[in-house]
């Protein structure tokens, strides 16, 4: 089922998702999850870090992400840095359960390499790896994961992952495509702030050009589909 939650400010969204991923990381034996980069996840990572510390079992989570920028591990602009920065390294996740995306690596074989790691380690149904849960965030422009507008044909690739081109840097990414999203028991949504009320709108009430949005083409299989939205980014909606 489609849920829409809307807090008050970006600092209540990131609380009440920590809340959530650690009550649905407690109901798995083993979690699953694929990160997002982006200004939310940030707050996350460190409310997760400062409050859970304890009292989620981060051995039995396994991290994944769903973008990654082709740059050093070590870059500023590291989707795994920032998550390293922020969590990785204040909780006691063994090295073994994280699988970076090797952004360092020629971008066409990681992407492909990435997409056999996905195959070897996660259950697969219907073909497919599914994760328990994918965390996206979502660009001004309606881009997800690393799947912006100008290449929304990307969503429907037949790999798990491809490279992508950022539409005003040039940067390359590596990006989950549509099908694995969509084969994810949960997918979350963090979207803040007031520059993603249009699109945010156009989304959710399925008006003006949401066909044009990747985000829009976010719809797992098993209907299970949160937005966390703060007020600024739900004010077209309300
Ligand atoms: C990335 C992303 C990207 C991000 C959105 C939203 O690595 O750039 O994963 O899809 O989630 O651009 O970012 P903000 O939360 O900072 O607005």
Redesign the pocket.
Known sequence: MKEIKIYDSKQTVAEEFSVFFKELAASHKTFNVAL?????PKIVFDYLAENFEETIDWSRINFYW??E?CVLPTDEES?YKMTVTHLLSKVAVPEANIFRVQGENDPISEAVRYGAVLAKNLPNVDGVPKFDLVI????DDG????IFPHEIELWDATENCEVAIHPDSGQKRITLTGKVINNAAVVAF?V??GSKAEKVKEILKEVENYRDYPATLVQPTTGDLVWFLDADAAKEIN
């Open positions: 997002s980069g982006g200004s939310t769903g973008d920028r989707n996206l965030g979502m660009g881009h997800t994961a690393s963090l803040t702030g």
